[in-house]
C-alpha cells in the first residue's frame, strides 16, 4: 500500500518536472537543454521574493512563474529565434545558455542547503495507516488537474489547437496562417512557466540546490526517452514506471539506486525500441 | 560612373592563384606560402616545451590544451563532417582515464600499453553506448551523448565503484616531464594529420554526404548507421586517448574526469576556432585553455563565460577565427562598383 | 517474366490512407507508367517499395524473394535504385564526385568491377564513364563542372548517373521529367529507351503523361491510394474512372 502511495506520488512528481520538456518540444521540437536551469532558477526568485524582498508568499510563487515564462520567452526571442532551423546550432546554444544559467546561479550564491522554501500546507494526514504530508498530496493533485488542463486546453482551445496544428506539420500549419514562430514563442514561455510551476510545488519537499538543475534535466531526457520525445502519452507512461521502479528500489534495495534506474531504463530502451514506448517510427527518417 | 551603391568583392591573392596547381613547386616564395603556416604550426607546437622550460606550470598547462584539442577535434569531427553533435565530451575522458587506471594499477600494464589499450577499450564501449541512437534523429544523439557523462558520475559515486568519490590513485607518471610534454603533442599531430587524411578520402566525402543528405547515401546502396558508428568510434578513440593520458599525468583517475568543461570547452573551442577545419579547434583551444586557467581564480563563472561567447558566436553566425585567417590569407577584399 | 510484384500494400498515416491494397507486377525490362493526380499515393509507393517507409500491410517481392520492410540501403544494394523527386545533390563538387558515393558502395564495387579504395583514377574515370553515358558530354567538360552550375535537365540525369552508378537492375524514377522544358523532356527520351536497351527495367512516376506514353509499355493508374487502372495507355485513358480523376483530360 505504502508502495502504491508513494509510486503514485512519485510519478506524478516526476512526470510534473517532465512536463515543461516534453511540451516545448512537443510543439517547437527542440529539446530545451535550459529546462533544468529555468526550473531551479524559478525556485531561486520564488526565494528571493520570499526572503530578500519580503512579499507574501504566494506573491511570490507568482512572480516565480511569471518571471520564469518571461526568460523563456525572451530566451526564445532573442536567441533561438535566430538560429531556428540550424539543429546543431539551437542544440548547442540551449545546452549552453542552461549550463550559463546554472553555473551562473552557483557562482552567484546559491550553495549550501540553506535555500528551502516553505510547504504551502503543514502537517500530515494518514491514510491507510500511512503518514503523507500534505505537500506530497497537493502535488499530487496539482499535477492531475495540471494535466487535465493542458488536455483540454490543446483540444478545444484555439491556441491550443494551433500548437497541435504546427506539433503535426510545421509548413502546413503555416499555410493556413498560423504563425509558427508566435506560437513557438507562446510554447516556449507557457513551457517555462510550466517548470516554473513544477518548480514551486516540489521544492518545498527539499531543498534549492544547483545540482537540482541537472538532475532535472536528467529525468526529464530519461523521460522523453523512454516515453517517446514528445509524445505526451509516452511521458506519463515512463513517468510512471520509473516513479514506481525508484520506489521499489529505494523498498527493496537503496536509496543510491535510483539513479541507476534511469540509466539502465534508458539503456533497455535504446536497446529494445530506441524511439520510445509511444515513439512513431515515422518520426526517425524525416524527410523523404 | 558608380551608380552609387558599392559593394565588397573577394578575389583570390596572386600567391594564391600562382600556387594552386602543379607550378607552385617551380617557386620558393610559393611553396613558403603553401607550407608556411603548416611548418609555422608544427614547429610552434614542438617547441613550446622547450621555450616555456623555465615555466613548469604552463608547460602543465601545454599538456592539459592538447587534451582538449584532442576533444575539440573529436567534436569538430562529429559535428561538422558528419553531422552528429556530441555534448559530453567528458564521458570519453573519464571512460579512458577509468581504463588506463584500471589496466596500469589492477592489471600492471605499462604506461605505454595502458594509454592505448584504454583508448580502444574506452571507444569499444562509447561506440556500444551509443549505437542504439545512431539510426534515429540526431537528437537523440545529443540527448543520449549529454546524459551518459551526467548518469555515470552518479553511478560511481551512488555505488562507490572504481573508488567512488575518491577514484583511483597510484597510476604511474610518465619518465620524464620532457616525455611527457612531447607524447601527447605528437599524438596531437599524429591524429590532426591522420584524420585530415581520412577525410580527404572516399569515406571522408560519405561522411560528408551523410550530413548533407542521408536519405541519398541510403539509395546509393550505403549503411549509413555502419558509418556513423566507425565516426563515432574514431571520435571516442581520440578522447578516450586524451582520458587516458590525462589519467596518468594526474596520476589519479577520479570523478573529476567527467567534469562539465571537458564537455563545452571542445564545444567552444571549435565555435570559436571555426568548424569543419580541424586545425580551428586546436586555435579555439589554444585561446580558452590559457584563458581558463587564468580565470580558474572566479570559480565556476568561467563556464558561464564560454557559455556566453558560445552562445554570440552562434547567434551572430561568425564563422569563428580559424575560416576568417584562412580567408584573408588567401583571398583579398576591396570595393568594386555595383 | 515478372521481376517485381507487389501485392496488396497497404499504407495509414495519421488519418489519411495514403495506399490501400495496391498490387501490381513489372516484367522484367518493361517500362511501367504509373499516373495519378496528386495525392495519389505515387511516392508513397516507391517509399514503400524501397524502404524508406514501412508498409502496414502488403508484400514486396524482388526476383521471387520477400524484401518487404528491408533497409533502403540494402533494397539498393540487391538493384532496385529509386530517384528522389526533390533532388539535392552536393552542390560545391564537381558533378562527377557526386557519384563518389554510390560508386563506393559494395554493389558498385562488385558489379561495377571497380575495386573500390584504390587509385583514385580508376574512381574517377568510372563516374565519367558514368556520366558520358548519361549524355554528359566529355568534350566540353560538363561532368567537371560543379553541381551548383548545372541547369535542371543535367541534374534530373545526375540523379538518375547515381542509380545507374549501383548497376541496378531495376529504377524507380520519381518525376524525372518534372520542371524541365519540351526540348529538356524530349532529349531525355533516348536516354530512357537507351536505358531500357540496356537491359534496366524502369517505372516511371510521371505527370507529363504525354512524353511518358511515347516510351511506356504498359501503364499503371493511382488514385487515392488505390488502383484504379492498368494496361496499355490507351486503355488506361480511356477508363471511366481515370478520366474521372484527371478532370478535363484532353484526348491524346
Given amino acids: ?288 | 560612373m558608380s551608380d552609387g551603391r558599392d559593394r565588397k568583392e573577394r578575389i583570390d591573392r596572386g600567391i594564391k592563384v600562382r600556387s594552386d596547381g602543379l607550378y607552385a613547386v617551380s617557386s620558393l616564395r610559393e611553396m613558403l606560402y603553401l607550407s608556411g603556416p603548416r611548418i609555422l604550426l608544427i614547429a610552434g607546437l614542438l617547441l613550446l616545451p622547450l621555450l616555456l622550460d623555465p615555466f613548469p606550470y604552463w608547460r602543465r598547462v601545454i599538456n592539459i590544451l592538447c587534451v582538449y584539442a584532442l576533444l575539440a577535434i573529436a567534436f569538430d569531427f562529429l559535428a561538422n563532417c558528419v553531422g552528429l553533435v556530441c555534448l559530453g565530451g567528458s564521458m570519453f575522458i573519464g571512460l579512458g582515464g577509468y581504463f588506463a587506471a584500471v589496466f596500469n594499477v589492477h592489471l600492471h600494464l605499462p604506461v605505454y600499453l595502458s594509454i592505448p589499450a584504454a583508448a580502444l577499450a574506452g571507444a569499444v564501449v562509447s561506440t556500444l553506448l551509443i549505437l542504439p541512437c545512431l539510426s534515429l534523429r540526431g537528437v537523440y544523439f545529443a540527448i543520449v551523448t549529454l546524459m551518459y557523462p551526467l548518469l555515470f558520475t552518479r553511478v560511481i559515486e551512488a555505488f562507490d565503484l572504481l573508488g567512488g568519490s575518491n577514484g583511483i590513485t597510484g597510476l604511474d607518471s610518465f619518465p620524464g616531464s620532457y616525455l611527457e610534454n612531447y607524447s601527447i603533442l605528437l599524438i596531437l599531430l599524429a591524429v590532426l594529420f591522420g584524420l585530415r587524411r581520412v577525410l580527404n578520402a572516399d569515406i571522408g566525402l560519405v561522411m560528408h554526404a551523410v550530413k548533407d543528405n542521408d536519405q541519398s547515401v541510403r539509395a546509393s546502396g550505403i549503411d549509413v548507421v555502419r558509418i556513423k558508428a566507425l565516426a563515432v568510434f574514431i571520435a571516442s578513440f581520440i578522447g578516450c586517448l586524451g582520458g587516458a593520458y590525462l589519467a596518468h599525468v594526474y596520476m589519479w583517475a577520479g570523478l573529476s574526469l567527467f567534469a562539465l568543461d571537458f564537455s563545452i570547452i571542445p564545444i567552444a573551442a571549435v565555435t570559436i576556432g571555426g568548424g569543419g577545419v580541424l586545425f580551428g579547434a586546436v586555435v579555439g583551444c589554444l585561446i580558452l585553455v590559457p584563458l581558463s586557467e587564468f580565470l580558474r581564480f572566479f570559480g565556476t563563472f568561467r563556464i558561464v563565460l564560454y557559455c556566453t561567447v558560445l552562445t554570440a558566436f552562434i547567434v551572430f553566425k561568425s564563422e569563428g577565427l580559424m575560416p576568417y585567417c584562412t580567408r584573408k590569407y588567401q583571398q583579398l577584399e576591396r570595393w568594386a562598383d555595383a | ?252
Fill in chain 1, 1 to 288: 500500500m505504502e508502495i502504491l502511495l508513494f509510486g503514485i506520488i512519485n510519478s506524478v512528481t516526476l512526470s510534473l518536472t517532465a512536463l515543461g520538456f516534453t511540451l516545448v518540444y512537443s510543439i517547437s521540437r527542440l529539446p530545451n537543454f535550459a529546462h533544468g536551469a529555468l526550473y531551479v532558477t524559478s525556485g531561486y526568485i520564488v526565494w528571493l521574493c520570499v526572503n530578500t524582498l519580503g512579499l507574501n508568499y504566494l506573491l511570490g510563487i507568482v512572480v516565480g512563474i511569471v518571471a520564469t515564462a518571461i526568460i523563456g520567452a525572451l530566451m526564445y526571442r532573442l536567441i533561438i529565434l535566430r538560429i531556428r532551423g540550424m539543429q546543431i546550432s539551437e542544440i548547442i546554444a540551449t545546452y549552453a545558455i542552461g549550463l550559463a544559467i546554472i553555473e551562473g546561479l552557483r557562482w552567484g550564491g546559491l550553495r549550501g542547503s540553506t535555500f528551502t522554501l516553505p510547504s504551502f500546507l503543514a502537517g500530515s494526514i494518514e491514510i491507510g495507516g500511512i503518514a503523507v504530508d500534505h505537500q506530497r498530496l497537493f502535488v499530487l493533485g496539482s499535477g492531475v488537474v495540471v494535466f487535465a488542463a493542458l488536455g483540454l486546453f490543446v483540444k478545444f482551445t484555439k491556441t491550443g489547437l494551433a500548437l497541435k496544428a504546427i506539433a503535426q506539420d510545421e509548413r502546413a500549419a503555416m499555410m493556413l496562417g498560423i504563425d509558427s514562430d508566435r506560437k513557438a514563442l507562446v510554447s516556449f514561455a507557457l513551457g517555462s512557466g510550466l517548470s516554473a510551476f513544477a518548480a514551486v510545488l516540489i521544492l518545498p519537499l527539499g531543498s534549492i540546490v544547483v545540482e537540482t538543475g541537472y538532475n532535472v534535466l536528467i529525468y526529464s531526457i530519461a523521460v522523453s526517452i523512454i516515453g517517446g520525445l514528445g509524445s505526451w502519452g509516452g511521458a506519463i507512461v515512463a513517468s510512471f514506471l520509473i516513479g514506481f521502479a525508484q520506489i521499489l528500489t529505494e523498498v527493496f534495495l537503496s536509496t543510491q539506486y535510483q539513479m541507476v534506474i534511469s540509466l539502465l531504463a534508458i539503456i533497455v530502451t535504446l536497446l529494445l525500441k530506441p524511439s520510445g514506448i509511444f515513439g512513431k517510427q515515422k518520426e526517425l527518417d524525416d524527410r523523404v
Fill in chain 3, 1 to 252: 517474366m515478372s521481376i517485381l510484384t507487389v501485392e496488396g500494400l497497404d499504407k495509414t498515416f495519421g488519418g489519411l490512407k495514403a495506399l490501400s491494397g495496391v498490387s501490381f507486377s513489372v516484367k522484367k525490362g518493361e517500362i511501367l507508367g504509373v499516373i495519378g493526380p496528386n495525392g495519389s499515393g505515387k511516392t508513397t509507393l516507391i517509399n514503400c517499395i524501397t524502404g524508406f517507409v514501412r508498409p502496414d500491410e502488403g508484400k514486396v517481392l524482388f526476383k521471387g524473394g520477400d524484401i518487404t520492410r528491408w533497409r533502403p540501403h540494402k533494397i539498393a544494394r540487391i538493384g532496385v535504385a529509386r530517384t528522389f523527386q526533390v533532388m539535392r545533390p552536393f552542390y560545391s563538387l564537381p558533378a562527377y564526385k557526386n557519384l563518389i558515393i554510390p560508386l563506393w558502395s559494395p554493389r558498385a564495387r562488385k558489379e561495377g568491377g571497380w575495386r573500390g579504395g584504390g587509385k583514385h583514377g580508376d574512381r574517377d574515370t568510372v563516374a565519367i564513364d558514368i556520366l558520358e553515358e548519361i549524355g554528359f558530354e566529355r568534350d566540353s567538360r560538363v561532368p567537371y563542372k560543379l553541381a551548383s552550375t548545372l541547369p535542371t535537365g543535367y541534374l534530373k540525369r545526375l540523379e538518375l548517373a547515381r542509380c545507374l552508378a549501383l548497376r541496378p537492375e531495376v529504377i524507380f524514377c520519381d518525376e524525372v521529367f518534372s520542371g524541365l522544358s519540351a526540348s529538356e523532356v524530349a532529349s531525355m527520351l533516348p536516354l530512357i529507351e537507351k536505358l531500357k536497351m540496356g537491359g534496366i527495367t524502369l517505372v516511371l512516376i510521371e505527370h507529363r503523361l504525354r512524353e511518358l506514353f511515347k516510351v511506356a509499355d504498359r501503364v499503371m493508374a493511382l488514385q487515392f491510394g488505390e488502383k484504379i487502372a492498368e494496361g496499355h495507355y490507351k486503355d488506361v485513358i480511356g477508363d471511366a474512372r481515370v478520366k474521372e480523376a484527371y478532370l478535363g483530360i484532353e484526348e491524346i
